[in-house]
């Protein structure tokens, strides 16, 4: 019988791992090589991971895995949680603590787990959830071990082994064993892994098993590529999949995109109001874009986002009536009723999944999976194409943000998926120009009329304030956040421009005393009031990784600080011009009359470039840090 199979296939996994274990005291601390402590917070002694796929639609997973904790910055890897939804179920947990000998000090009880909410505090409806635990040790060092099982009534996702999970987290061993039938196709990516799998196929099972042993701990350094290109990571995936009534293949984006599309379809069909209010608002209009922008903020105006993730609600969208019924929904839901307003009108329009998070490049686009966990619309018309987050109640057509750009994503229609890239941001799109008047007065106060456009991904955060914000929310941020040493703002506004590339106009008045120091006849003061640098990189002649640059900008400044009668330029710093294969600088500073003339414009290029580099970078930024602070001297005459 299949359940007395079971049982004693998962006796003999525990009993596999205890004899791997056997003996006494083996998480003693002493017991780890010395290469293995240095830099390291954590320290993986063991990790055996076993996944089985039972069925086309089930499978179950077994995890063991003990970490030491050497001190206070790896206690967050200390923290157990496991999730569970309608799909999958807990079957069991165990945990143990141990101290720097060895010993066992206690065992994880029922009573001890937490069962809480896995979502969001966006999130309306889900039935995700989460067991978690901590043994809440502070004597260093100690070691947890856990050990979990799960059952799956779906098989979309394989797990991802990554047996390096932070930086300064060293592994002794770490396990990952598939079990599938014979005749499946288990698809898989090594990324960072000596060798092939160990593959053995016995009666009607066949299995695959990675191992890697005696991994050091790396240490983060700036501008480091994505962590999956620096340690080895293992992506998993099905062929035949199943999730709940409805049989997908993952064997290529086309065939996963179709899987998607049987998921959406019948779910375009709108109310007979809605339909004449489409007909209403678009059809007066010649140019698609415009028909497209209207529709939009009809979305917008009359939907907001909320999560709702129930069993194959996880992928599947709730149809276009829902959402205009009530008035909200999620990614999914209402990238659907964008797409289907936009049908209604007769536009054509792809529902599209992202991979969403500021600047994201961990992806691997020769790999088809399931790597996404957002959707947007994507509306080509001739010579464009319109992009459309659909979540927002406030962005404009055709910009995606940070948040969605500049990465791979999967158009779905009836043919299957096709991967494209979402729009990039560069240089001059990601623009910072910001305009100085102000004035010193012989007690060093200073007045400042500060006037900057943000434009591009410069503008996002700035967006998402002064729409989220109250008035004296926004004031109590700038209040804080001006990089001045004493000062106050007393007045400012904003405006956006909706433009293709959306910028918004800050207008802040600020006043700062003792910006200006007096000694004597001289006056000492810095010309660049705000727009400072902040990063000042260390040397590193060990430097180990390329540097990867995500995101390129620009900012332009120029200011006119009128000073007191009286005084003369004595001491100015030399105009600077730097240009790097990292970007360019120029500062300039002069005199004239009875004010300060200053010039600032940097630009910062993204891409990937060798790790012997990074001395040049970091002459580059420390040169620029050096530079914003620069102080001119004015000498007062007799």
Same mark, same amino acid.
């Given at each position: ?20 274990? +056997? ?19 954590? !320290? ?32 967050? %890897?200390?923290?157990?949680? +496991? ?36 979502? @969001? ?11 978690? %635990?901590?043994? %809440? ?42 079990? &599938? ?13 000596? #060798?092939?799998?160990?593959? $053995? ?10 191992? !890697? ?34 049989? #997908?293949?993952?064997?290529?984006? $086309? ?10 379809? @019948? ?43 129930? @069993? ?18 999620? &990614? ?41 966990? %957002?959707?947007?619309? &994507? +509306? ?9 987050? &659909? ?64 434009? @591009? ?39 956006? $421009? ?30 660049? /009031? ?18 990867? /640059? ?15 009668? #009286? ?50 970078? !970091? ?20």
């Amino acid at each position: 019988m299949s359940w007395l199979r079971n049982i004693i296939i998962s006796v003999l996994f525990m009993t596999l791992n205890l004899s791997l274990w +056997a003996g006494e005291e083996p998480y003693a601390v002493s017991k780890i090589p010395a290469y293995l402590l240095k830099n390291a917070d954590v !320290v993986k002694r063991m990790e055996d991971i076993r996944f089985e796929l039972l069925s086309i639609g089930k499978a179950r997973q077994f995890v063991k895995y003990a970490i030491t904790v050497l001190n206070e910055r790896g206690d967050e %890897h200390a923290s157990f949680g +496991a999730y569970y939804d309608k799909l999958k179920s807990i079957e069991s947990i165990e945990g143990t603590l141990y101290d720097a000998n060895g010993k066992k000090i206690r065992s994880l009880k029922k009573s001890d787990l937490q069962d809480l909410s896995g979502t @969001g505090g966006s999130t309306f409806m889900a039935d995700t959830r989460i067991k978690s %635990h901590n043994f %809440h040790c502070s004597l260093y060092p100690y070691t947890v071990e856990y050990e979990v099982e799960y059952r799956y009534n779906y098989t979309m996702f394989f797990p991802r082994w990554t047996p390096v999970d932070d930086y300064n987290y060293a592994v002794e061993q770490s396990r990952i064993t598939v079990v &599938c039938p014979a005749d499946y196709v288990v698809r898989f990516k090594m990324l960072n892994y000596p #060798g092939q799998p160990l593959i $053995q196929t016995e009666k009607s099972n066949k299995s695959y098993a990675w191992e !890697v042993k005696n991994i050091a701990a790396i240490e983060n350094e700036y501008a480091t590529p994505p962590f999956s290109e620096l340690t080895p990571v293992l992506y998993l995936g099905p062929s035949a999949f199943k999730v709940e009534d409805y049989e #997908g293949n993952m064997s290529s984006w $086309q065939d996963f995109g179709k899987f998607i599309y049987a998921l959406n379809q @019948g779910r375009d069909e709108l109310p007979d109001n809605v339909k004449q209010k489409v007909h209403e608002l678009a059809d007066p209009m010649q140019d698609p874009r415009d028909k497209i922008r209207v529709l939009y903020k009809f979305l917008q105006n009359n939907t907001r986002y909320i999560s709702i993730q129930l @069993g194959i609600g996880g992928w599947q969208p709730y149809n276009a009536k829902y959402v205009a019924t009530k008035g909200y929904g999620d &990614c999914k839901a209402l990238a659907n009723y964008m797409y289907s307003l936009l049908k209604e009108a007769g536009i054509k329009s792809y529902y599209t999944l992202a991979n969403s998070g500021d600047f994201q490049t961990d992806f691997i686009s020769d790999f088809p999976s399931s790597q996404f966990d %957002h959707v947007i619309l &994507c +509306a080509p018309i001739q010579k464009d194409t319109v992009w459309l987050e &659909c979540t927002s109640q406030n962005l404009q057509a055709g910009y995606l943000s940070g948040f969605t750009s500049n990465r791979p994503v999967l158009l779905i229609d009836e043919k299957g998926g096709t991967l494209v890239r979402t729009p990039k941001y560069g240089l001059n799109e990601n623009l910072q120009v910001r305009r100085i008047k102000a004035s010193v007065d012989n007690s060093g106060l200073l007045l400042a009329d500060i006037k900057t456009t943000y434009k @591009g991904i410069q503008q996002d955060d700035i967006f998402e304030r002064i729409h989220y914000l109250a008035k004296d929310k926004l004031m109590e941020y700038l209040r804080k956040e001006i990089d001045l040493p004493q000062y106050d703002v007393s007045n400012f506004n904003y405006s956006e $421009q909706n433009d293709r590339i959306p910028s918004i106009d800050e207008n802040i008045e600020i006043t700062a005393i003792n910006y200006a120091s007096i000694t004597g006849r001289r006056l000492f003061l810095a010309p660049n /009031i705000i727009s400072k640098s902040y990063y000042k990189p260390n040397p590193d002649e060990t430097r180990k990784y390329p540097i990867q /640059i995500r995101y390129e900008f620009q900012d332009v400044d120029s200011s006119e600080i009128k000073i007191p009668a #009286g005084y003369v330029a004595e001491s100015l710093p030399p105009e600077l011009k730097l240009e790097t294969k990292f970007g360019k600088y120029t500062e300039s500073v002069k005199f004239l009359s009875d004010k300060i003339i200053y010039y600032r414009k940097m630009e910062r290029y993204s891409g990937k470039f060798p790790a012997t580099d990074y001395p040049e970078l !970091v002459k580059f930024y420390n040169q620029i840090y050096k530079a914003d602070r620069s102080k001119i001297v004015l000498v007062k005459n007799e």
